[in-house]
């Protein structure tokens, strides 16, 4: 690959104007179509795999606004809205926020990821997720951005109520 450009340089001015001679320049531009080949499969690979988890995936910048998010995330949770470059506080109600906001400013102090239940809205009923949140570090491990990743456990929590409640029972009646 390489980058081509010229000039053309004239002479006289007016009607007699004609072309005198023309300088070029050529730069190899190989590894550079390279490395901009390898970043769109990255690009791809990422996007591929974010979009098959079964799970909600984001990216967060420093100031919490969400820069990514992936096709469950935005098909299921965000259902149109407008979320980029948005916070939790923009999208959520004031409480489920709340609990986001604070979550990442421990993920952001503690320099390390962060493991715990939250409740999310999902049609309008609150529901219950085991959520990862972690730094996102640049080239030299400082922490530039926030992930998180979540996995909806209603059903399981559900179930584990359900099966308390009938242990409950159990023991009441002997």
Partial sequence: WVNFRSWTLFGDDGPERRP???LGAMIDITKRKHAEEALKISE???ASF????HGFAWIK???GRYLYVNRLFQESILKGLDWKEKTASELWPAEVAEQYELNDANVRESRGPLHTEAPFLLNGEVRHALVSKFPIVDHKGAPVLLGGVAV????????EEALHRKQQELQQQQ
């Fill in 50 to 53: 974010m979009d098959n988890l």
């Fill in 44 to 46: 791809r690979r990422f």
């Fill in 20 to 22: 005198t001679r023309t």
């Fill in 152 to 159: 909806d456990i209603t059903e399981r929590k559900q179930a």
């Fill in 61 to 63: 910048d420093a100031q």
